[in-house]
């Protein structure tokens, strides 16, 4: 069987590393002339970070990534609502790493590279159609350099891992539109920063409204470790504001930043300092897409945020998209037809990631926060007489447990 990837995110490098552990030869095809560590800082969830242990991966995280111990929960004004130890420390069998993206994508594509080899990562082509039949599919790529030339490519399978923007889900839904957007905008940063407390925290202060995320993404070296920073604020509404223009490169001005940045308050950091150390600032909005009815269409599909873009909310984006990649590359290894094995991974994983989307809407686990802000919008002296604690742990390990790493959940 031959498999062609578009798109060499997170999502397509693990799929073709999956593949070609099951024997399934793959092609990945990237629009970007060169796959560059561009983006700060993600986590992986434990039950990813299983899938990429699998492969050999857990040493090469190690090294560039950072295993977290505890994710704490405050109010804007930093009152603690709710704290938790998280991978290996909760008592999962691997652990949850916070990571710069682009890092963790170059981890990937190396691999690829060594494992598939040179010729199995094909650059700067953008998909642009296809065609399929009972035989295969066939493929139309254009030069994203210079739209000048084109490339035609031909397999059993097209995965299309294209992203939010995906040229595979709007052949199949033209009248889609544009991502949907709550009016949320985020800037995001990091630096060089001394270690906060254990240097393994990682504390998100606020709701879906207004939110500040704060984490170190790399190993403390002399005293100091990457500090990564996000500020989420709804700015606009989106009934009549158009979101502004998505894009991993788009930069804002301190100026622009550091007045929400100083809304919120974490015990122990300086967030102005932090926010002004910060030589680069990332801007672009907060947006999904609606649930689709199916992702498979014969020999074609979608796999991560071409089939299921969600809000950053629970460190679920990364991980589901290599929980597709496994499902995936298991039935293509086990199904007598490639169709059939499309078929059942929609049927396995849309309903899944369907219902992440969903609960990500309404604020996922940092719910917790909003529900406790609501009712005690000035503070309070004891958090359980605002919100009691089975009711915090209720949202907090519901949502552990609907998107598949809760504590029944853990994987050996």
């Not at 071409?306 to 199904?335: E, F, K, T």
């Amino acid at each position: 069987m031959t498999v062609l990837i578009a798109g060499a995110g997170i999502g397509g490098l693990a799929t073709a590393l999956m593949l070609h552990k099951r024997g399934i030869n793959a092609t990945v095809v990237e629009q970007a002339s060169e796959v560059r560590e561009v983006g700060v800082g993600i986590n992986t969830l434990p039950h990813s970070i299983a899938e990429l242990s699998e492969l050999g991966l857990l040493a090469r995280l190690d090294e560039v990534g950072l295993r977290t111990r505890e994710l704490r929960y405050l109010t804007r004004s930093g009152q603690e609502v709710w704290r938790e130890l998280r991978g290996t420390h909760a008592g999962h069998a691997h652990p949850q790493f916070s990571i710069h993206r682009g890092r963790l994508q170059k981890l990937l594509f190396d691999a690829v590279i060594e494992r598939l080899g040179p010729q199995s990562v094909e650059t700067g082509l953008r998909l642009t159609g296809f065609v399929q039949n009972e035989g295969g599919v066939t493929a139309h790529f254009s030069s994203s350099r210079d739209g000048l030339s084109s490339r035609t490519l031909r397999s059993e399978v097209l995965i299309c891992a294209d992203g939010i923007h995906s040229v595979g889900r709007s052949r199949f839904y033209p009248d889609e539109g544009p991502p949907s957007w709550p009016g949320v905008v985020m800037w995001r940063g990091a630096t060089e920063w001394p270690v906060w407390e254990d240097g393994q925290t990682m504390v998100i202060a606020g709701g879906l409204g207004g939110k500040l995320v704060l984490y170190p993404i790399a190993p403390a070296k002399d005293g100091r470790q990457l500090m990564n920073w996000v500020v989420n604020i709804r700015i606009a509404d989106p009934s009549v504001s158009p979101p502004p223009p998505e894009s991993w490169s788009r930069t804002a001005p301190l100026s622009k930043v550091l007045p929400y940045a100083k809304r919120f308050n974490v015990p122990g950091i300086d967030l102005e300092a932090l926010v002004r150390a910060s030589g680069t600032i990332f801007e672009y909005p907060m947006a999904d897409r609606d649930p689709l009815p199916r992702w498979t269409h014969g020999r074609v599909t979608l796999l991560g945020d071409a089939a299921h873009p969600m809000y950053p909310v629970g460190s679920n984006g990364a991980a589901q998209a290599i929980l597709d990649a496994r499902c995936l590359a298991d039935l293509l290894a086990i199904s007598e037809h490639p169709r059939e094995a499309l078929y059942r991974y929609e049927k396995e994983r849309l309903p899944k990631t369907a219902e992440i989307v969903r609960t990500n809407r309404i604020g996922g686990p940092e719910r917790v926060i909003d529900e406790v802000e609501k009712r005690s919008p000035q503070g309070f002296e004891d958090v359980n007489a605002v919100l009691g604690h089975s009711d915090r742990e209720a949202i907090v390990k519901g949502y552990a447990n609907m998107a598949g790493f809760g504590q029944s959940q853990k994987k050996t």
